[in-house]
């Protein structure tokens, strides 16, 4: 079986904003089958307007050792989880409002993805206000069946839950 993304060319094919998204250029890794991922998401809500983030439509996760390291971050008076991922991989509201659901994910297959550590983004459009980035990030694209990207021929959820202020 072909492994995923063995022919994309992150140089060629990732847009500016992607890349751009990392300090520096991310190096390219073949993850084996079973390595594990997370995102933190905003699930849909009819109610806030929130529109949700897609699962596995989405090429941006992070490593089970960068999650830990979140956590140890945060703290029950202070910053609870989502609000130190959104600094540490530089998460603004635009793109994910809520950041209250964990998703964790298992590849079925071998994959290549691009790992590195994420860029500052602007906090907010049009102000001098920053997510301060660097935390690793993983570049997984093309894990979504097509035409459904809550769906993944090449992985499967392994735990979807709320996230807690803090352990």
């Not at 997370?38 to 941006?60: A, L, Q, V, Y």
């Not at 994910?105 to 907010?124: D, I, S």
Request: aromatic letters at 14%; hydrophobic letters at 40%; charged letters at 20%.
């Amino acid at each position: 079986m072909t492994v995923i993304n063995e022919n994309y060319s992150f140089e060629r094919e990732a847009s500016p904003v992607v890349r751009e998204a990392f300090v520096f250029p991310p190096q390219k890794k073949l993850f084996p089958a079973n390595t594990e991922f997370c995102r933190i998401i905003t699930t849909e809500n009819k109610k806030t307007g929130d529109t949700g983030n897609h699962t596995f439509g989405s090429p941006w996760w992070f490593t089970k050792d960068t999650f830990r390291k979140i956590v140890a971050r945060s703290d029950t008076k202070g910053l609870g989880i989502s609000s130190v991922a959104r600094i540490d991989l530089a998460i603004s509201h635009e793109f994910n409002p809520q950041m209250d659901w964990i998703c964790v994910m298992y590849l079925t297959h071998a994959a290549y993805g691009w790992v590195g550590k994420a860029a500052r983004q602007l906090a907010v459009p049009g102000a001098n206000i920053y997510w301060g980035g660097g935390a690793e990030q993983v570049f997984l694209p093309n894990l979504a069946t097509r035409g459904n990207p809550t769906s993944s021929e090449w992985a499967r959820m392994r735990y979807f839950g709320m996230v807690p202020d803090y352990f």
